[in-house]
């Protein structure tokens, strides 16, 4: 089933639209997530780059390496400055679309936290939820 997810920044300058039915939310609790967001952790849901549209407007990038040794690219709002998702250099297939700027998140449910090393201490553990301290296995492939 394909579903249509909407959402923007802050002032709206930046719409997108996503064409997949959304899985569950990840929480990264890395310090680059952290201060990016200005939160304990960047809670996202991850789908395929080629189901997410950009709507109106063009985000700014910032691309860094980050703890896992990956390149991850960044993507705001230019005026003001809300972080929509990010792209990892070598798994260009997908994107992590920040959960927040969703316009209709009900039904959607937190299940990783990932990056827990690094987490906060005023953010209580979750015991519903799979942690991994570092980033989340990659699958193995078929």
């Given at each position: 089933?394909?579903?249509?997810?909407?959402?923007?920044?802050?002032?709206?300058?930046?719409?997108?639209?996503?064409?997949?039915?959304p899985?569950?939310?990840?929480?990264?609790?890395?310090?680059?997530?952290?201060?990016?967001?200005?939160?304990?952790?960047?809670?996202?849901?991850?789908?395929?780059?080629?189901?997410?549209?950009?709507?109106?407007?063009?985000?700014?990038?910032?691309?860094?390496?980050?703890?896992?040794?990956?390149?991850?690219?960044?993507?705001?709002?230019?005026?003001?400055?809300?972080?929509?998702f990010?792209?990892?250099?070598?798994?260009?297939?997908?994107?992590?679309?920040?959960?927040?700027?969703?316009?209709?998140?009900?039904?959607?449910?937190?299940?990783?936290d990932?990056?827990?090393?690094?987490?906060t201490?005023?953010?209580?553990?979750?015991?519903?939820?799979?942690?991994?301290?570092?980033?989340?296995?990659?699958?193995?492939?078929?």
């Amino acid at each position: 089933m394909t579903e249509k997810l909407t959402g923007s920044c802050l002032c709206g300058a930046v719409t997108y639209e996503i064409h997949q039915k959304p899985g569950a939310i990840l929480a990264c609790h890395c310090t680059d997530c952290q201060k990016a967001s200005g939160a304990a952790a960047s809670h996202n849901l991850v789908v395929e780059t080629d189901n997410v549209a950009i709507t109106k407007g063009t985000p700014r990038t910032f691309a860094k390496v980050v703890d896992s040794g990956r390149t991850l690219t960044r993507f705001f709002c230019g005026d003001c400055g809300s972080p929509l998702f990010s792209r990892r250099k070598e798994m260009p297939e997908m994107t992590v679309v920040k959960a927040g700027t969703l316009d209709d998140k009900r039904g959607l449910k937190h299940t990783v936290d990932i990056w827990t090393a690094s987490a906060t201490g005023w953010i209580p553990d979750d015991p519903g939820t799979e942690h991994f301290e570092h980033g989340r296995p990659v699958p193995p492939k078929p």
